[in-house]
């Protein structure tokens, strides 16, 4: 496990979520499914989660992120809930040969941003925004089912060392238990991949 804390251990009233990157995927377009590799990952996910007592299921409402929750959410009678802005962050309006230049240079200033597309910051604040409704439904812990930009920008935020090599080496799927204080984000704990993954 990684542990970032932002200022001491997290208060008692803590509120927690757990904050799941998507299995492996056809493409990036919005309606592009799982692999069959995704599609076991997000079986074997389920087993995974099962000793974690998540009461709540939310997800992107891209395919890959959906079908990454269904296996768990069917297995423990939960429904899938979309939120609109769980979407992953849209770096441009148009097609960019040279994206990954603009991604690094976002991680390392966040109110960059491209071709009409999203800073981190961005990302970032309607990401925020999507999990305070998350967690106003009072779930115990909740699974939020999102994507790789849009994760990595709050978890940029809460830890500025968090950066482009970090975002470089998630894994798909990849999960973290995000702790909230008063509606911000202040420490988040990584739960490593298991040995047959």
Known sequence: MRNCWKSGDPALNSTNLLLIRHAEASGQEPDADL??????QARDLADRLRHL??????SSPYLRARNTATPFATSN???VEVHDD?????LSLEP???????????????????????SLNA???????ALRDVLALRHG????????NLIASILGRVDPAFGFDEWRTMKNPD???????????????????????
Not at 35 to 40: A, E, L, P, S, W
Not at 123 to 129: D, F, K, P, Q
Not at 141 to 148: I, M, N, R, S
Not at 175 to 197: H, K, N, S, W
């Open 35 to 40: 692999t069959q590799v995704g599609h076991r």
């Open 141 to 148: 812990l909740p699974a939020v089912v999102t994507h790789g």
């Open 86 to 90: 769980l979407y992953e962050r849209v």
């Open 53 to 58: 007592q998540v009461d709540g299921v939310v």
């Open 77 to 79: 009678g939960l429904a």
């Open 96 to 118: 960019l040969p040279d994206w990954l230049v603009h991604v690094r240079r976002s991680f390392e200033d966040f109110d960059y941003a491209v071709g009409g597309g999203e």
């Open 123 to 129: 990302t970032c604040n309607r990401a925020l925004s």
């Open 175 to 197: 999960l973290f238990i995000l702790t909230f204080e008063a509606g911000t984000p202040v420490g988040y704990t990584r739960i490593e991949a298991q040995a047959d993954e």
